[in-house]
């Protein structure tokens, strides 16, 4: 099962702040991203977070693609319980040694990607 949303939306690089693109493209990051087709929030954001991933240059094999669906105790999915998912859209980006470097979870006031690529730099500043 895929997760749909996550598909890019029709943006090209330019749409794109370079720095943003910069920090997502950084190292081998891997982002794994929990949402659901059926998610509002998940239709409003993913589309524009998978061209930010895909302008950046972020291959297929970085990213983890976890759909999640509505159980009668809140979100169920693979790895819901183990990562503390409750809110969707959430991103977690990893290190390739599989170390948490950033998190997002459901909305903010920025993109996704602009979100991301903030708490990325502040990684890389302090490596």
């Known amino acids: 099962m895929t997760l749909e949303t996550l598909a ?5 690089a330019d ?3 370079e ?3 910069e920090a997502l493209g950084a190292d081998d990051y891997v982002f ?3 949402g659901g087709d059926w998610c509002g929030d998940c239709g409003r ?3 524009e977070f998978g061209a930010a ?8 094999d970085r990213i983890r693609e976890f759909p ?8 169920e999915g693979e790895l819901v319980e183990e990562y503390g998912i409750e809110l969707i859209p959430t991103v977690v980006v990893e290190s390739p040694e599989g170390e948490e470097l950033a998190r997002f979870v459901e909305e903010a006031e920025v993109s996704i990607a602009e979100f991301l690529a903030e708490r990325l730099a502040d990684v890389e500043a302090t490596a």
């Open 15 to 17: 749409a794109f702040d």
């Open 32 to 34: 794994k991203v929990w």
């Open 45 to 47: 954001q993913l589309p």
């Open 68 to 75: 999640v669906t509505k159980g009668p105790d809140g979100k």
């Open 53 to 60: 991933l895909a302008a950046a240059g972020v291959p297929d």
């Open 19 to 21: 720095s943003v693109l």
């Open 8 to 12: 890019p939306a029709d943006l090209d």
